[in-house]
T-cell receptor, first 114, second 114 residues
Framework: DTAVSQTPKYLVTQMGNDKSIKCEQNLGHDTMYWYKQDSKKFLKIMFS???????INETVPNRFSPKSPDKAHLNLHINSLELGDSAVYFCASSQGDRTNYGYTFGSGTRLTVV | KNQVEQSPQSLIILEGKNCTLQ??????????LRWYKQDTGRGPVSLTI?????NTKSNGRYTATLDADTKQSSLHITASQLSDSASYICVVSPASGGSYIPTFGRGTSLIVHP
């Protein structure tokens, strides 16, 4: 199936731990994103990579570090997890770095920090 | 500041009834407006995209309208089904700006009861 897939789907961890979320797309898109959806369902962009190059880096704590080994993968590493990091994290991709093309979203990773 | 406001915040209707969701935006200059449907536990999926010159666009039982002069859009759902229960998110993209970051609304949560 052509899709954006992210793992894990659920992640429960203690404060202070370091964790990673992986994302892969097989749509041939050249731009990938990480979005955070808070408890009020508001989606907020965190990062965007175009052909492995960081093009959007919103005001995100530097505990969050994205890595794109190739244009089909965009991983998110989070250091020293805090309670406020609990949210659903969505990976998305699009063809081109202009949002006119629309996004294809993954199913999300629900991160719970306890 | 670019903003997207959606109303109502939540809506409950009976199966078979019609409903209309509203989206007002201040994004300027305007490029396009998308409506996304987000099922519980899933990522958003694009329903329609509308550009400046388009007034109406349909996708099955979903019909989106756009008034670029008043900066308003609506999503009309005809003959609702239980599977329409979801969050509907309005997303407006700018025509310029260094990173072309779209602005997301907070969504309307629709519940369709049998």
């Amino acid at each position: 199936d052509t899709a954006v897939s992210q793992t894990p789907k659920y992640l429960v961890t203690q404060m202070g731990n370091d964790k990673s979320i992986k994302c892969e797309q097989n749509l041939g898109h050249d731009t990938m994103y990480w979005y955070k959806q808070d408890s009020k369902k508001f989606l907020k962009i965190m990062f965007s990579y175009n052909n492995k190059e960081l093009i959007i880096n919103e005001t995100v704590p530097n505990r969050f570090s994205p890595k794109s080994p190739d244009k089909a993968h965009l991983n998110l590493h989070i250091n020293s997890l805090e309670l406020g990091d609990s949210a659903v994290y969505f990976c998305a991709s699009s063809q081109g770095d202009r949002t006119n093309y629309g996004y294809t979203f993954g199913s999300g990773t629900r991160l719970t920090v306890v | 500041k670019n903003q997207v406001e959606q109303s109502p915040q939540s809506l409950i209707i009976l199966e078979g009834k019609n409903c209309t969701l509203q989206c007002n935006y201040t994004v300027s200059p305007f490029s396009n407006l998308r409506w996304y449907k987000q099922d519980t536990g899933r990522g958003p999926v694009s329903l329609t995209i509308m550009t400046f010159s388009e007034n109406t666009k349909s996708n099955g039982r979903y019909t989106a309208t756009l008034d670029a002069d008043t900066k308003q859009s609506s999503l009309h759902i005809t003959a609702s089904q239980l599977s329409d229960s979801a969050s509907y998110i309005c997303v407006v993209s700018p025509a310029s700006g260094g990173s072309y970051i779209p602005t997301f609304g907070r969504g309307t949560s629709l519940i369709v009861h049998p």
